[in-house]
């Protein structure tokens, strides 16, 4: 069963950073795709950063030069490497990987994926 699980979320100031991870346990394929998601209180989740089974990555544009998404590939382990954060940025960050290589190939592969618990981030 395949498991992820977020950490790094914390509260900070405007402009200050943090990396978020997220690790994920019983994934048996060599290839996957993997994102990261957020949800601000009153709206819906939507995607920050992903990364495609083939290294790509793609941001909103809302984060874009400020989030950086990277990959440990040996651990599975997926970051988020959040600078000059902003008081829009606060919401509960999820991490989200493709149900299988094959799912990756989805323009919305996270919709059947498996998701994290989330992690709250605060930006004061």
């Known amino acids: 069963q395949v498991q992820l699980v977020e950490s790094g979320g914390g509260s900070v100031q405007a402009g200050g950073s943090l990396r978020l991870s997220c690790a994920a346990s019983?994934?048996?394929?060599?290839?996957?795709?993997m994102g990261w998601f957020r949800q601000a209180p009153g709206k819906e989740r939507v995607g920050v950063a992903t990364?495609?089974?083939?290294?790509?990555?793609t941001y909103a544009d809302s984060v874009k030069g400020r989030l950086t998404i990277s990959q440990d590939n040996a651990k599975i382990t997926l970051y988020l490497q959040m600078n000059r954060l902003k008081p829009e940025d606060t919401a509960v960050y999820y991490c989200?990987?493709?149900?299988?290589?094959?799912?990756?190939?989805?323009?919305?592969?996270?919709?059947?994926?498996?998701w994290g618990q989330g992690t709250q981030v605060t930006v004061s």
């Open positions: 989200a990987a493709g149900a299988s290589p094959y799912d990756c190939y989805s323009p919305s592969w996270w919709n059947s994926g498996y």
């Open positions: 019983g994934y048996t394929y060599s290839s996957y795709c």
């Open positions: 990364r495609d089974s083939d290294g790509s990555t």
